[in-house]
Nanobody, 116 residues
Framework: QVQLAESGGGLVQAGGSLRLSCAASGIIFYNINSMGWYRQAPGKQRELVATITRGGITNYADSVKGRFTISRDNAKKTVYLQMNSLKPEDTAVYSC?????????WGQGTQVTVSS
């Protein structure tokens, strides 16, 4: 059974930083095509934040480019999201994702709150 364990959310002031982590278990590294993060703010649709492929190709939402950095440790099957220069509009539940050739998995989500 594939599980994604997220950590690192919390409350931070605007301009601050947080680092999210997501560790995958119950899956072989070679079966993971990509991992990433989505977020959903209250009353808004879920949106892509960033993804990274097994080969290290990254993709970012325009709203976070230059502020967020996604990275992964293949040996640990872990993906990280370094979030700098946080803004109140970054407040949301951030969910980790993991895709294989035939399936898509989601974590439980972790709350990120940025105060002004």
């Amino acid at each position: 059974q594939v599980q994604l364990a997220e950590s690192g959310g919390g409350l931070v002031q605007a301009g601050g930083s947080l680092r999210l982590s997501c560790a995958a278990s119950g899956i072989i590294f070679y079966n993971i095509n990509s991992m990433g993060w989505y977020r959903q703010a209250p009353g808004k649709q879920r949106e892509l934040v960033a993804t990274i492929t097994r080969g290290g190709i990254t993709n970012y939402a325009d709203s976070v480019k230059g502020r967020f950095t996604i990275s992964r440790d293949n040996a640990k099957k872990t993906v990280y999201l370094q979030m700098n220069s946080l803004k109140p509009e970054d407040t949301a539940v951030y969910s980790c994702t993991c895709s294989t050739i035939d399936n898509y998995y989601w974590g439980q989500g972790t709350q990120v709150t940025v105060s002004s």
